[in-house]
């Protein structure tokens, strides 16, 4: 899939949900980008019950991905497990040897530094592992 058709579908996704699920997924994608101005977006894991697939940032390999869910959003980080997070922002698969995640629920604010902390930080192990 190319990064234009990609991209494309993210804002589609993000325009269908319609409410704070997407104004939540477009801000934390907008960190993203501005994190790492080099991230490739794609669109995985298509299924019958999620045909618009979810949303992942790429550099050098998998960065995180965005999930909606009726209650949350979920950034899970691919390496998340390796990674500092000194603001403490990972909130869900905390047990787990590889991934972290930070569910965001509605109200919830971000902190938006610590998020493109998390996004470089993220960047780096994978290019010294590349």
Do not use: Q
């Not at 579908?9 to 993000?14: G, H, S, V």
């Not at 980080?77 to 603001?87: M, S, T």
């Amino acid at each position: 899939m190319s990064e234009v058709r990609a991209e494309a579908e993210i804002d589609a996704k993000i325009a269908a949900l319609g409410d704070w699920r997407g104004e939540t997924l477009a801000r934390v994608r907008a960190l993203i980008r501005e994190a790492d101005p080099e991230v490739v977006e794609a669109v995985k894991w298509r299924k019958p019950s999620n045909p618009a697939g979810v949303p992942v940032w790429e550099h050098a390999g998998m960065i995180c991905t965005g999930e909606t869910y009726r209650d949350k959003v979920k950034l899970t980080f691919a390496r998340g497990a390796a990674l500092e997070d000194p603001k403490g922002l990972f909130n869900s698969s905390l047990t787990g040897g590889t991934r972290r995640a930070i569910d965001i629920r509605e109200g919830e604010k971000i902190d938006g530094e610590a998020l493109k902390a998390l996004i470089r930080a993220a960047v780096a192990l994978n290019v010294g592992a590349s």
